[in-house]
Nanobody, 124 residues
Framework: QVQLVESGGGLVQAGGSLRLSCLASGRTFSSYAMGWFRQAPGKEREFVAAIAGHGITTSYADSVKGRFTISRDNAKSTVYLQMNSLKPEDTAVYYC?????????????????WGQGIQVTVSS
């Protein structure tokens, strides 16, 4: 399994930006597809974005499309989530996840390794 550590969360005003990072340790990073999920209080964990191992193929939830960008630096074993035009409804704990194959997926069950989560709070 791969170990994942998120960073970059915090409090931001609506309309602002944050960039989340997720550092992975383990076997060759490029062999993992990566994803970001989030969980708001009282709600189920939901898909946000995913990226294939080569970094070319990406997928986004409709709610973040055009505002969030997922990217990765395989040399640094890091995946990023750039979040722009943040809204109060983006407030949640954000989780980084890894899938033990390189092709993309968007379902929680497809990801076997998870970070501890990081809080993102967007004030109105």
């Amino acid at each position: 399994q791969v170990q994942l550590v998120e960073s970059g969360g915090g409090l931001v005003q609506a309309g602002g930006s944050l960039r989340l990072s997720c550092l992975a340790s383990g076997r060759t990073f490029s062999s993992y597809a990566m994803g970001w999920f989030r969980q708001a209080p009282g709600k189920e964990r939901e898909f946000v974005a995913a990226i294939a191992g080569h970094g070319i193929t990406t997928s986004y939830a409709d709610s973040v499309k055009g505002r969030f960008t997922i990217s990765r630096d395989n040399a640094k074993s890091t995946v990023y989530l750039q979040m722009n035009s943040l809204k109060p409804e983006d407030t949640a704990v954000y989780y980084c996840a890894a899938r033990a194959v390189s092709w993309i997926a968007i379902m929680l069950a497809d990801f076997g390794s998870w970070g501890q989560g990081i809080q993102v709070t967007v004030s109105s």
